[in-house]
């Protein structure tokens, strides 16, 4: 029998006629988007990982500052477009804060339902997609088939399924439909019985397992100097979830655990992320009844003005911490906004984790690391 | 040692992939259980979510009258200018100019779906409405005028 660590610890080094620089995307399959990775290899061995950024950058920092405090909002939903209701809401709660907006209670609920529907939906399809990354297509149809239903609640509720701009400042666009508590229970129903599903499927499959375990490993220390967040950090022993370190909206009210392993390698990631979606299961069940009565916006005026100053705010989305950085100078629109997303820091570790290993573990660790691309472009 | 090791692996891999296997081969006996939809060819039986954002129309009565008084608070709230609102003047039978709109150009290909001038208008004269199959062969049939010809404003909105 092999011996797996001397395998993927080989580090031998066959000099400068042995390397070979291999293109991987920006048309390539398996990194999702356009992202350009020019990875240096000594033989089969990895040896340096560089990033290639650009291909789908679209100015948004610059085009928000053009844009009012209303109109800016949607922009972010093209940035994480699996978690757009999160970075929706970070930009709402910034100008809450800013402006002293009082928001009513039921908008609230009604946000956070909404963004663990989303968390769940992003990590559904991330299990899928990165399922077939290493090889196994059909995770990716019976996670689907599961996204399916919260993108169906999506649709009925907010009006659209990926970019939905549901949120406004001081509350949520228009009420709930009336389905949607009635959905929503039938969706946890669904979910908690075929949740076992993936675990025979993926979790437990010997192939997955050894393509996962040990490969990868980020320490805890190089998490935090590296910026990660999100269930990246989360799988490296760092806690690091905003929900639980600064509580926005009714998060310091439900019970939910903050998911930590400390192995740090790709297969504790892919545990983080599935038990994540149990605990966003947890949380929309302590609410889904008790949504309280009243409006579903605040009383705003009609044009938003920041007050002169700095604000930033934070929150956690699918993929780590989400940033929104305001410079105001009194007029209604934003003098700079700056966004801190979570992809771009997730990806510089990229280089730190795979050097040394071979290229197939790329895919698997790559994958693990749930990068969209918009994100880290913006 | 290495036998043993050997054996263990080959039968944790052989019911690993069985159990996976009986997964797949349940929905291969339950056709009923899948849910994928065959999407041109159920189109007659299709339902969208009413809510669904498809398109912006604005909404005529039987007698060919709408509610747009032409503030143009749709095209101040639009995020990327797709909307375009044309006024002209009215003559009223006594005498005075009024305000109305001669088009409102809706511009399908800039749009985005993000409701908001839908939630900045003040009459209610426009709406979001759940079509979606909007591919044409020439972009300039993106570019539509809401209002319907010889159209007039309903009495009573100010």
Redo the contacts between chains.
Sequence with gaps: ?YNQTEIIKDTTDLGPEGELVINMGPQHPATHGVLHLVVTLNGETIKKIEPHLGYIHRSIEKMCES?TY???I??TSRMDYLSSHINNLGCALLIEKGMQIEVPERAKYIRVILSELTRIASHELWLGAMAMDLGAF?PFFYTF?ER?MIT?IM??????RL?M?YI?PGGV??DI?PNFQKKVKAFIKQFKEKVT?FE??VT????FQSRTKGIGILSAEDAISFGCTGPVARASGVRCDIRKLYPYDVYDKVEFDEVIETAGDSFARYIVRVKEMNQSIRIIEQLIDSIPEGDFVGKTKNVLKLPKGEFYTRVETARGEFGVFIVSEGGTNPYRIKFRSPGFSNLSALNHMAAGSKIGDLMATMGTLDLVIPDIDR | M?LK??IS?VY??VT??L??M???GYYFLHPKEI?TEQYPDNRATLV??E???GEVVMPHDQNNEHACTGCTACEL???NGTIKVVTKFDVTPEGKKKKAIDALVYHLELC?????CV?ACPSDAIK?VPTFEHSVFDRSKLTKILNKPASKIREGIE
């Design positions: 029998m844009l209303r109109q800016f949607y922009v059909t088939r399916e169906e649709e009925e509720t907010c009006g659209a970019t701009n406004v666009m228009y439909h599903e025979d499927l437990n499959n010997v192939i | 290495f090791e050997y692996d944790n891999g690993s992939l159990k996976g009986r997964k797949t849910i969208l979510a809510r669904f954002k709230a639009c995020p985005t779906m993000c409701n908001l939630v979001m």
